[in-house]
């Protein structure tokens, strides 16, 4: 096969989720659609050369600060905390969340030897003792997310700030069969459980 041809196959079997079967569906429709394909190459040029992280939350920007950092509008004394920029869109995408975020960039995982020093965490404390009253984590219900959750705790308490400490409510979703819901959702779904108004 074609050397080029091969090189692109290669290339988007690097994207997450892209097997040879799909880079090769893929690659054919770039190479049989030349003006889509220069378009997608030319976007994906653009976001590398232009996209970098905001300098206070660590979400993607084409400047130094991000269009929610740099908003007067939010709620600038509540932080929630995420790992990453897909979890702060999905908050984001709701709507109802007017404050700031912070993204930490990962989870802390002693088997994976990612430690607090790997993350942003720094950063974050850095943020937390300028003015902030409350703080949300919003992390994964993993065994690394209460990791990370029980390291910001511990390190606010050190740190001797008076803030109002909240995490999201983790619970069965919308639809969800409660037979086939893991023992921890269901315990949390039932101890976090609300009054029906």
């Known amino acids: 096969m074609n050397k080029s041809f091969e090189t692109l196959i290669e290339s988007l079997m690097l ?8 880079a090769e569906r893929i690659a054919f429709y770039i190479i049989n659609h030349k003006d889509e394909g220069l378009k997608i190459g030319g976007s994906i040029i653009d976001a590398v050369n232009k996209i970098r992280n905001c300098s206070i939350c660590g979400n993607i920007t084409e400047s130094d600060i991000c269009n929610i950092c740099a908003d007067k509008n939010r709620e600038r004394k509540t932080i929630c905390i995420v790992e990453n920029i897909q979890d702060l869109l999905a908050i984001e995408n709701t709507g109802i969340y007017k404050g700031l975020y912070h993204i930490t960039g990962g989870l802390i995982s002693p088997l994976d030897k990612i430690g607090p020093e790997k993350l942003r965490m720094e950063e974050l404390f850095h943020r937390l003792s300028e003015g902030v009253e ?3 984590i919003a992390l994964k219900a993993t065994t690394e997310g209460e990791a990370t959750s029980h390291y910001i705790k511990e390190r ?8 109002k400490l909240t995490r ?13 819901t893991d023992k921890l959702t269901i315990i949390n779904a039932i101890t976090n459980r609300k009054e029906i108004q």
């Open 134 to 136: 409350e703080v949300i």
């Open 15 to 22: 994207l997450p989720g892209i097997g040879k079967r799909s």
């Open 168 to 180: 999201i409510a983790i619970g069965i979703p919308v639809g969800g069969d409660i037979d086939l």
């Open 156 to 163: 606010i308490k050190k740190m001797g700030l008076n803030l």
